[in-house]
């Protein structure tokens, strides 16, 4: 029988999705990629498959989680220069791995890895996407989740730039029966 593990998070923006893989980080934190096969599920779900992962492997791709999580969390919030070894753990993940983007006859984009065996080659093309984002090359805004346990980084490509949960099925959803009950409570006195 298969353990049964946390659900993935669905975003649209490949490095905020990953950070994602770890949640209510200022709550009870929801690890989503507990073991090296979550790594590879998750991977798959979002188009990078490999055949495998050690558990060395996944303790990269934790680590690169974590870098890319610190360092949108400052870009979002303040305008300081970015963490040093966030943005060193980044830049490594990004130039060891050997990923290229392929066009499908459908024109879709697709990434190639150099070998399935390689969460390297699939962690470089998160690093690469993460840098696309902070480097402030695309349309969108780095912000945090209003959800005080949560205040994941998530990217904004609405057209007001003022969303405000990093997920509306989730944190979004949670705030507004909060703020439902407390209304309740204060029209029932
Ligand atoms: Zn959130």
Redesign the pocket.
């Known amino acids: 029988m298969r353990a049964r593990f946390p659900d993935f998070r669905l975003g649209n923006v490949l490095a905020t999705s990953f950070t994602g893989t770890l ?1 209510e980080r200022h709550g009870n934190a929801v690890e989503r990629i507990p073991t090296p096969h979550r790594l590879v599920d998750w991977l798959a779900v979002n188009g990078l498959a490999v055949d495998s992962s050690t558990t060395a492997q996944l303790a990269l791709a934790r680590e690169l989680r974590e870098s890319i999580h610190a360092a949108a969390a400052t870009a979002a919030a303040i305008q300081d220069p970015l963490p040093a070894t966030a943005v060193q753990v980044i830049n490594d993940r990004s130039s060891q791995g050997r990923a290229a983007a392929v066009l499908t006859s459908d024109g879709e984009r697709r990434w190639l890895l150099s070998s399935a065996s390689c969460v390297e080659d699939a962690l470089s093309v998160i690093a690469a996407d993460a840098i696309s984002i902070l480097a402030g090359e695309r349309d969108g805004k780095l912000a945090l ?3 005080p346990t ?3 980084a ?1 990217f904004d490509t609405s057209q007001s730039r003022t969303r405000k ?3 509306m099925n ?2 979004g959803n949670r705030q507004k029966k909060a703020r439902f009950h407390a209304n309740q409570s204060t029209s029932a006195k």
């Open positions: 949640s989740c209003a959800s949560c205040q994941a998530f949960w990093c997920d989730t944190c």
